[in-house]
Every structure is written in structure tokens, then in C-alpha cells.
């Protein structure tokens, strides 16, 4: 009997998993959709809170979005949410105040402020993506080189595993 290659030991271990990969790769892409409608949800909210308060913004602040150089002066009216941080400690926390009340009228968040389960999405995203990167770890042939380091990896939150993290992520992904 021939050895197996790591490779062909790793195509098997994946195929056997196969279903379960697609599968939760379906869900987390759906949940990224899911998650951008959210945001823009409590992005909208923000607006109309900044667009029925009057606020301004407290420093000079010079940035580059999207290409495009901006400013913003000390006392120019802040009516976009991508602005909000340039209030004075105050009115942001006045500003905070307002949008919780708006987030739990709208249904964004119950009346602790929390977020309720349809607009969680991003912890649900990270907990999808928790699985896959431990899948990807779980593929590997037990002889893989290294590999008890990378499940060691994975269970630190230092950038370096940060890191390695992503790539599992990335590779995982790729997988068909």
C-alpha cells in the first residue's frame, strides 16, 4: 500500500467535509448581506437623528475618504453620520441618547438597548466565522506540519494570530 501524499490526505478530509463548508460558507455570505442592510438601518437612523438635531462638530479635522480630501471646521453643522465623531463629548453623548431612543422605535434594539436578534449580525457573522477557521484547521491530516500550531493559533487574540486567523479564514473560503 502506498503512503498518501498531504495533499491527497488533505483533498479527502476536505472533501468529507464538503457539505458542511458550502454550507456555511452560503450562510456567512448571506449574513454579510444581511449585516450591510443593518448597518445601513442604524446608518439611516443616525442621519435622521443628526438631520432633526442640530450639532456641530468641536475640532478642525482634515481626512481622506474615498480619495477624496475632506474638512470639516470647528462649529460647521455635522448632518452626516460619518461625521459624528467630531462632536464635543457632550453632544455625542446627547446625539447617543437620541439614537437609542430612535434604534428601539424602529426595532433595531429592545428597550435596554440592546440589539435584538435580527439585527445582531455582526457577533453571528464572527461565530460563523469562528466555525470556519476551526474547520480549516480541522482538514488538515494530522500530520500536517505545524498543525497543533496553528490550533494553538487560533485560540490567542495577539495580532500575530490575528493574522493567521484571517488566512485560515481566506483559505477556507476559497475551498469548492
Known sequence: MVDKTLLEMFTELANSKKAEIVELQHIY???QIENEI???RFKEVYNKVLAENSFYSDCNCEWIKKGKISKIFKGDRILSSDDQWFM????YDKFLEICRKEFFIVGLTDEEG????????ENQLDDIKEKLIRLAVEILPDNFPNKKLLEDAIEYKCYQSYKTRETLFELVMKLR
Open 38 to 40: 443593518v448597518r445601513e
Open 88 to 91: 464635543s463629548t457632550e453632544d
Open 114 to 121: 440592546r440589539y435584538t436578534r435580527e439585527t445582531n449580525t
Open 29 to 31: 455570505m448571506a449574513k
